[in-house]
Nanobody, 115 residues
């Protein structure tokens, strides 16, 4: 259902752009969905990082506010997460999903930030 990509190992202060495609979602369903980015660090629970409504109103966790920016492309049924000024504590597997009606989780994409 969901295919994340773009993760990599970067030095602290670096940037990455994650992508998440939802090829099996009907376009109208994707367009009306609140989509979210989540992350799960080793030994920790999955946490919500950002959400974006169909109207492109975004909300961010305090820990990433001002550094991460979420975007969405309805034609491509894809959401993005631009991550700047990365910190070692951002190291995690990143996932996307529909915020209020979860779909089966994808495999995620690994982000490793080196200090």
């Amino acid at each position: 259902h969901l295919v994340e990509s773009g993760g990599d190992s970067v030095q602290a202060g670096g940037s990455l752009r994650l992508s998440c495609k939802a090829p099996r979602m009907i376009t109208s369903t994707f367009n009306s969905a609140i989509m979210g980015w989540y992350r799960q660090a080793p030994g920790k629970q999955r946490e919500l990082v950002a959400t974006m409504t169909h109207g492109r109103n975004a909300n961010y966790a305090e820990s990433v506010k001002g550094r991460f920016t979420m975007a969405r492309d309805s034609a491509r049924k894809t959401v993005y997460l631009q991550m700047n000024n990365l910190k070692p504590e951002d190291t995690a597997i990143y996932y996307c999903n529909r915020y209020n009606q979860e779909l089966p989780w994808g495999q995620g994409t690994q982000v490793t930030v080196l200090s």
